[in-house]
């Protein structure tokens, strides 16, 4: 035994594979152990054993093959690399253990099959099973049976795919062998306990007598359904509920939702094999088939009836067998023979299913109409064919043609077709039946329940009862409304009647056999895709009734149908509760109405209803008004109120009061009443009739508007519109039109009846009057928001210039949504569930297109024009195809009926001649846009046609026939073209142009579908062997497209598919997948639920996100369906994630433009986060070289393959640089419209521009350079941050180019390096720029320091890095390069640093060389500017360079790596560049975006997400704020301890307690605004304020709009915080604005947005309710008149422009608002003449000019009130008066003057003004009044001014001449005194401009003090006494004594006076002034307020609380919200500044 100690000492693994059997069964014996042993299922121990156990299983020794297949058993069971031997051993198994005479090996054997199928690898087990049957020895097949049956009754159909064994079944019943014949024979059984009949069909053919045996065991196989026992590891979960039920005991009640599990249903269609029959027919049948005699018409058919019996046929062209059946079925004189044809038919629609579908257009018509026949046998042959027909297509695509046999006058037919309506109904469910098919199917059958005949009557009662059923009465209802009771009844009965396919038993277990629905089927009638009907169940309508326990597919029942069964009840009382009802109030007679009237409203108003006395019908009314008012709903007799007040006089009368009262109580009796459609026709041609008066229309058409609400807007729109055009009056019929636009503005646009309006609206269009013709092009331009461009196709006919008209209208509208609607929607959503709206919704954009007036062009189609197009020689086909060409161009729009050219077409598509391909291809184009979505039905037997010549191998050919399956695909939807097995079949082809142009079409489409059939797997197996393709463009499609399959099909099944590759292709096919996974795509989110519908294409479609799946649960609708006409229009189709689709780039040459639509960048989720992560994990090579090697292109390339459009990736890396220009010109194009697919692959985007750099073209260097530019505008606008991974592999190439020798070039990337500091932080920058100074090129050298000097002097020392003495260090070591240029660039950098940082330059250079150091020392002297004391503006990272990048901060997009405080910088950042180029008016400044629209809103809603993440470095020192101080004695503080200690940068202290003014803790706040006020108010501190004006703004209007959107809404906030945070902050404000230097610092934005805070503020009514509140807004008053006064006069003027143009244009704002933004440019037109030499009036003039064009003069004088117009006049005049001609000269800035509406304006006015020299009747100036005394005649005016002069010239009067010309201009502000001063010296006209001015001051200055004036403008001449709002209460003396009222009449009287009112009639004192300006104290008061507040908060922190505010200061109140003057109050600020002091240290 001494050989034995040897293998004793060998590892186990070596053991096993001993020669010596001893050692191997020692081997297995030990491997067992270790087996058991191992914890680790991922031990790397297996792996060493994954090579050996085949032979463990396959061992030669008896002995030792036991033990080996334990151990196998135990390998497989636990090791988790076990599944990769599968193969392998289970072929060992079946071919070396099945035959083992031992009993233990054959078990152990199928225990490790079993294993197998545990541990998930089912498939290939089954497949060597398989194989095993064919195995010669019986043993072995017995054995395999047997584990068959052993893993079905385990682990259930499921998992054990039953098709393969049942295909193999029948052949076991044929073995000699009797042991195989039993086992088959209990397989069978086991069989049948799963699927149960649909085993029969497969084991028809079996020899009977072994039938005969099954069918006894049948029997006894028990009806419990069978459960799953043995579970998948994937499947513990169901194990567990297993166990625990078993536990419970057994199958109590194990129905429940395991059932649904358990039992997946089999449809015995799919296990029977085709079978092929075309090839099959007799030679002569399309001989014998048209032979004269009957007989052998019979015969011919006899022949197919035997065919067609084949329960499953293959697919194949059955187009011409379809077409002679149809023949006989219509033409036949035979009725035998009738009912054989529709028989075969039947048979053929059975056999096919769903791939029958394609031909079902063109039979069910000529089967309807043939239902004329009476013979039984004839009509049951019928019934059978197209109930068997239906099945195979969707009702939507039969719809037309039922629907047009309907009318026919044939009883039967009618009969037949209804009865057919209801069969199908059965098949269908509430998501297949939507209201846009049972809309015209009610309305068709409501007529049948009407018929004379009653069969028909019947069947229609059906019919509808069917559709009440499944649709439930929520959606019929509707369609019901004017049905009679007894009818409705009836239909309901019928109802009840009905069982459906879809069984709607109530609960119950048979239900829930359905198993989970397989999601493909969808609801597209899934009758066909999954149902058991065989062909006899089709005969036996008994059999549809067991259906439904054996279906597949549809729509979940468990959820829908209940739904749709409670819907009934729920709906009744839900949405329609109330109208249907009302529906049904019949008329009442004259008499019962004044009984019921006489019931509730008071004797005396019936009696004097048709006084004759006005007074009393008025008073009458009044009555009446009141009794309606106080009437409940359900007591308010509506018809009988209406009636009354239509009695005479009616509608007829003539008092207006009376009459707008009357209409007033409609609106009312609508509004509260159960307000009936009989009820709205009593009043409705009454409200018509006056909707045109002049003071009744408005109330006329409030009465519309409630009825409309009351009885829903289509109806009352339709009759308003209808009475309105059936009279004469235009106004009537303007004013409707406008009130319906309106109205669908509120009301939305569902269910309006377009084709009604449409022949309206072309009635008005034509009309005479223009006001008519204005409506009824406003009115399209609303139902254009709806409905988008398919609206124009009904006006395609109108004149040229009224078209333009319309089009111009259309076009305003483009790019808006549409409003969602405001009324009529409470009564819709009381019924359950959204699904109807969603539905609604849906049909508006598809209704468009149904409503076009379409033409019937079957006629045309003649067989003669058929047989032209398949003549044999190709000049008469090309004749035929030219003809269809010209029918579809003439008919425009056309039915879809279209005879025999779909199959005429089809032959051509595979004509030889490829012209005539290409013509064909175009006409199929031109017919889809022509039948629009109708083509559907055409899809399967034209559509897939299409497709295959995608395989074409001419490139022009592919391109257009991919053009027309896109063109069809926008017309139909994708799902018609995924179901069915048509595109596998196509796929299948191994034609590689066809492979991977339909892989490219299908990755186009796929990722904007939310859900897809699931035939979409049979494409599957197709995909993966195109991954595998010779050919490389098939490969890369392939792949292109996984992942979209992926999205849809899910991994798992995908990767379940890979099973049937070979094991190589496998490995490869799988990690592709897991490739693809990380890639796939998120499904589109369905199009979100709003009215608006996408216009035109033209926005992209609004999503919302995923969780609003919620139509999809029941249906798996197939479309996203976000836009009708995707591409198309150029605009955006919605892509996932809503990118927006590349505009269809226009050349005409089609071989150019291969397939260029679509996005050219691919958003992959995540994508750019898993390639950094590749590159850090050293994955893939790191972009870091000196010239680009080929690996680093190539890795480029296949990171860009799956994000960048295949085309477009060609272009880049071509080898020809001209396709790199066109690439760059691509990707130009598509900036703005793909900025999310370009920021999600920006770093790809940037490394190949790096690529560029590397290029010697200089044309391919510009256009990258341009790129680059556009690129970082657009990021910088989209607020992103580039991450350090795309800086480091981007700069450095970018800076190499700095030093290219070429000027324009450096210049451009200089400008770039510039661009990139607002997307990527200077400081980091710097280092790169600095790397570059140590380059070769000297070139570089020298730019690279300039560039650095730039970045010091824009962001202050700390750019530099590491530290700014390394920094200067290197920079200094340049002064000594030996290049000049360099050494120059060095010195000028260090001299810019020495301005920002002074002297103390010199410590951080260190030491220089002597030469060096004298060298800058002489530059420092000769250039250098002196250092400001502290370099404030700098600190902050704040680019001061003038771009005009416009800064539209909008806070969504960030970088990663960026905390909130640096988004805070970005927005100051861009913020101050925008200022820089407020300043230097570059461009046109207006067209910059609103500058902080879109955060604003979200940093409220993060309540302070900035405060959060403010530095660290801060946060601490903040404790000291709030513990109180103590000090001894109080002081005036020095600024806040904040500003000095915290360290020495003030600027970032200031930054930061900026920062914390936007904060949402009101603390945080208040705290930050007393230290900046503290600031502002010590003059040598306020300096340091300078630079951060904006910012401070920003922070202040954020904190506004915070307080007005949340704080004030906020219930818990004491409303006193809020008051005292609007304190500090006006209080804030008024301090800086007293300042006139910082004031000026505020730019145009950021002023707009703070008078637009300001404003709201002062009209937010809540602040008044507020205790305190009125005080704020006083002080918000002042604020706003010290803004107007201070701020830089350009700035605020343009400020205001802008937003007095915003708010007219917003319909949100307020009338109020624009009113106060007007009175404030009011204020500022009487300060120009002091301001005017300080105003750029060049932007001044643009931004008039910009308003002008946005608001032309039409549209101004449309507006509600004329102040708009007025003020723009009056503004425009002043400048023209203090200009004069100059003022022509100011339009330089805007761009095409001549069309300029201003310059026309302007050069009116001067013309007017030389016109009028002295005379005052120019209405247009300022204060122009038609008052008498004004009427002095021109000789007079002169007489007047000739004395003033006279006086001016004599020595004694020149004082008095003065004045008295003072007064004069004063009254007379027009009077022209040019000709007077003309013809005097010089120095005599400046004399008399100097002494006015002086008189001027000196009244200014008293009156100032002596009163507060208040201005009343007057423009346009019209003295309308303007309405002066006098302060009338108290107005505290500064010494608290009150002032008598003769005060304030002797004021009132100077006022009058100064505007030129006279002082006669002493009235009450008009109401509202416009511009009151307190008098002084007031203002002292206000400030006074702000100060002890603000100091009170100070004191607080000084322990000095309990201040009495009011002891010392009198309020002042009733000053209402206006603009309060700063006049005195400027005067006096440092007064009240010594009073606040004196009241400070009186209260210590």
Known sequence: MGDDSEWMKLPIDQKCEHKLWKARLNGYEEALKLFQKIDDEKSPEWSKYLGLIKKFVTDSNAVAQLKGLEAALAYVENAHVAGKTTGEVASGVVNKVFNQPKARAKELGLDICLMYIEIEKGEAVQEELLKGLDNKNPKIIVACIETLRKALSEFGSKIISLKPIIKVLPKLFESREKAVRDEAKLLAVEIYRWIRDALRPPLQNINSVQLKELEEEWVKVSSVAPKQTRFLRSQQELKAKFEQQQAVGGDADGGGDDEEEAVPQVDAYELLEAVEILSKLPKDFYEKIEAKKWQERKEALEAVELLVKNPKLESGDYADLVKVLKKVVGKDTNVMLVALAAKCLAGLATGLRKKFGQYAGHVVPTILEKFKEKKPQVVQALQEAIDAIFLTTTLQNISEDVLAVMDNKNPTIKQQTSLFIARSFRHCTPSTLPKSLLKPFCAALLKHINDSAPEVRDAGFEALGTALKVAGEKAVNPFLADVDKLKLDRIKECAEKVELVYGKKTGGTAEKKEGKPITGKTPALSGAGGDKETKDAATKPGLLKKAPAVKSGGPPKKGKPAAAAGMGGAGAKGKKGPETKEIFESELSIEVCEEKAAAVLPASCIQQLDSGNWKERLACMEEFQKAVELMERNEMPCQALVRMLAKKPGWKETNFQVMQMKLHIVALIAQKGNFSKTSAQVVLDGLVDKVGDVKCGSNAKEAMTAIAEACQLPWTAEQVVAMAFSQKNPKNQSETLNWLSNAIKEFGFSGLNVKAFISNVKTALAATNPAVRTSAITLLGVMYLYMGPPLRMFFEDEKPALLSQIDAEFEKMQGQTAPTPTRGISRHSGGGGDDGEEEEQEDVGNDVVDLLPRTDIGDKITAELVSKIGDKNWKIRKEGLDEVTSIINDAKFIQPNIGELPAALKSRLNDSNKILVQQTLSILQQLATAMGPNIKQHVKNLGIPVITVLGDSKNNVRAAALATVNAWAEQTGMKEWL???????????????????????????????????????????????????????????????????????????????????????????????????????????????????????????????????????????????????????????????????????????????????????????????????????????????????????????????????????????????????????????????EKDGVISCLDLILKWLTLRFFDTNTSVLMKALEYLKLLFNLLSQEEYHLTENEASSFIPYLILKVGEPKDVIRKDVRAILNRMCLIYPASKMFTFIMEGTKSKNSKQRAECLEELGCLVESYG????????????????????????????????????????????????????????????????????????????RQAEEKPQRTQNISANASMLRKGPAEDMSSKLKIMYRTYRIQNRNMGSHSETTHTVPREFQLDLDEIENDNGTVRCEMPALVQHKLDDIFEPVLIPEPKIRAVSPHFDDMHSN???????????????????????????????????????????????????????????????????????????????????????????????????????????????????????????????????????????????????LSALLVLLQDSLLATASSPKFSELVMKCLWRMVRLLPETINSINLDRILLDIHIFMKVFPKEKLKQCKSEFPIRTLKTLLHTLCKLKGPKILDHLTMIDNKNESELEAHLCRVMKHSMDQTGSKADKDTEKGASRTEEKASKAKVNDILAEIFKKIGSKENTKEGLAELYEYKKKYSDADIEPFLKNSSQFFQSYVERGLRLIETEREGKGRIAASTGISPQMEGTCVPASTHTVSSSIGNTNGEEVGPSVYLERLKILRQRCGLDNAKEDRPPLTSLLSKPALPTVASSTDMLHSKLSQLRESREQYQHLDLDSNQTHSSGIGTTLASPSSAAANIDDLKKRLERIKSSRK
Not at 1366 to 1392: F, Q
Not at 1565 to 1593: N, T
């Open 979 to 1233: 179901e069915g097995e048509d595109l596998a079949e196509e796929l299948k082809k191994e034609n590689p142009f066809l492979r991977q142009e339909l892989l490219g079409w299908l990755a186009e489409k796929l990722p904007t579908l939310r859900s897809v059939p699931s035939d979409l797997l049979l494409c599957v197996p197709h995909l993966y062997s195109c991954l595998e393709d010779r050919n490389g463009d098939v490969r890369k499609k392939a792949q292109d497209a996984l992942p979209f399959f992926m999205m849809h099909l899910g991994f798992e099944k995908m990767a379940k598919a890979t099973s049937k590759l070979k094991p190589t292709s496998k490995d490869q096919v799988l990690a592709m997948l897991e490739k693809a996974k990380a890639n796939m795509p998120a499904k589109p989110a369905p199009p979100a639920k709003a009215s608006s519908r996408v216009v035109g294409g033209a926005a992209p479609a609004k999503f919302q996100p995923a969780s609003a799946l919620a139509e999809d649960s029941g249906s798996n609708t197939m479309e996203s369906k976000p836009d009708p006409k995707k591409a198309k229009a150029g605009g955006t189709s919605s892509k996932a994630k809503g990118v927006q689709g590349k505009k269809v780039l226009s050349k005409p040459n089609l071989k150019e433009d291969d397939d260029k639509s679509g996005p050219i960048f691919i958003i992959v989720p995540n994508g750019k986060e898993q390639r950094m992560k590749d590159e850090k994990g050293l994955k893939v090579l790191k972009w870091n070289f000196t010239t680009p090697r080929d690996e680093y292109i190539e890795q480029l390339k296949t990171q860009m393959s799956s994000c960048v459009a295949k085309w477009l990736q060609d272009e880049m890396f071509h080898a020809d640089f001209q396709h790199h220009n066109k690439a760059l010109a691509v990707m130009i194009e598509h900036l703005e419209s």
């Open 1357 to 1432: 020392m700390n750019v530099c890095q590491p530290t700014p003495g390394k920094a200067l260090k290197e920079m200094a070591t340049h002064i000594g390069d030996r290049d000049n240029t360099v050494r120059n660039a060095a010195l000028n950098t260090i001299v810019t640093v020495y301005n920002v940082h002074g002297d103390q330059v010199f410590k951080l250079i260190g030491n220089l060389s002597e030469k060096d150091m004298s060298m800058l020392e002489e530059r420092i002297k000769r250039s250098a500017k002196r250092p400001s004391a502290a370099p404030v």
């Open 1546 to 1692: 003030t600027a970032s202290t200031i930054n930061f307690v900026i920062s914390q003014v936007a904060s949402g803790d009101i603390n945080t706040s208040i705290q930050a605004l007393a230290q900046i006020d503290e600031v502002l108010r010590q003059e040598d501190k306020a300096e340091a304020m300078s630079g951060h004006i904006d910012q401070f703004l920003i922070a202040t209007f954020m904190q506004l709009r915070l307080i007005y959107n949340t704080h004030m809404a906020d219930e818990k906030l004491d409303k006193d915080e809020i008051v005292k945070l609007y304190s500090c902050i006006i209080g804030s404000m008024i301090s800086l604005f007293q300042i006139e230097s910082l004031a000026r610092e505020a730019s145009t934005g950021v002023l707009k947005d703070l008078m637009h805070g300001l404003i709201t503020l002062m009209l937010d009514s809540r602040v008044e309710d507020v205790e305190d509140g009125e005080q704020v807004i006083r002080s918000v008053n002042l604020l706003v008149v010290k803004v107007l006064e201070k701020s830089d006069q350009t700035n605020i």
